[in-house]
Each structure stands twice: as C-alpha cells, then as structure tokens.
C-alpha cells in the first residue's frame, strides 16, 4: 500500500512557476515509478511527466518539454515537479501516482493516486 500527498498547488501568473511536491510513504516506495498528471476542467486526466524507479529515466509529454522537470528524492521519499514558464493551458488539478508494474504513461497502469492539488494560471 503506497499513499501519495501531494502539495504545492496555487495561483500563479502567466511566464511564472511553481515546484509541485509529492510525499510518498508505504511499503517499498523506492520500487515504484512515479508520474505527475493533470486533469482540466471538462477533460480527461492526462500524462504530464514520468521518473523511473531507478530516477534515471524521465519522460515528458510534449506540451510540457523544455518547461517541466520531474525528479524524485529516494531519501526523502518525495517527489517534485518543478514547472517554470507556465501558461493558461496549464490550468489543471495535477495528480502524482505510483505505478509498480512495468515503465508505463498511461492512468491505467498507475496503482495508487494522490487526492490533487489544483494550479491556476492566470493571465
């Protein structure tokens, strides 16, 4: 069992940033790769940025390449998502998730969610 919090969600303007945090506790929390997703409003929960368990691979979604930074501290058991340059389009609820199975980017391979922590945009 893995429970994930995360923090760090406000209101922020356009070209600003925010590090987004994720505190990870549970069994065997150094085994899971963690992803950050967001969901907008009226739309479908999205992947926004992927580290593996080992921290060596990273993976982003398109829209946010250049701009996000995924990393994870093993010995914290923390997880961060440092966003710079944001935009209005990056309004969302951004979740953290833990996925024990094999490399994924989809929702449906990731095990066990965070309750959300919304980031307004403002412009």
């Known amino acids: 069992q893995v429970r994930l919090v995360e923090s760090g969600g406000e209101l922020v303007q356009v070209g600003g940033s925010l590090r987004l945090s994720c505190a990870i506790s549970?069994?065997?929390?150094?085994?899971?790769?963690v992803g950050w997703f967001r969901q907008a409003h009226g739309q479908e929960r999205e992947f926004v940025a992927g580290?593996?368990?080992?921290?060596?691979?990273?993976h982003y979604s398109d829209s946010v390449k250049g701009r996000f930074t995924i990393s994870r501290d093993h010995a914290m058991n923390t997880a961060y998502l440092e966003m710079n340059s944001l935009k209005p389009e990056d309004t969302a609820i951004y979740y953290c998730?833990?996925?024990?199975?094999?490399?994924?980017?989809?929702?449906?391979?990731?095990?066990?969610w965070g309750q959300g922590t919304q980031v307004t945009v403002s412009s």
């Open positions: 549970g069994d065997r929390v150094t085994m899971f790769e």
């Open positions: 580290i593996s368990k080992t921290n060596i691979i990273r």
């Open positions: 998730a833990a996925n024990s199975g094999a490399w994924s980017t989809s929702s449906a391979d990731f095990d066990s």
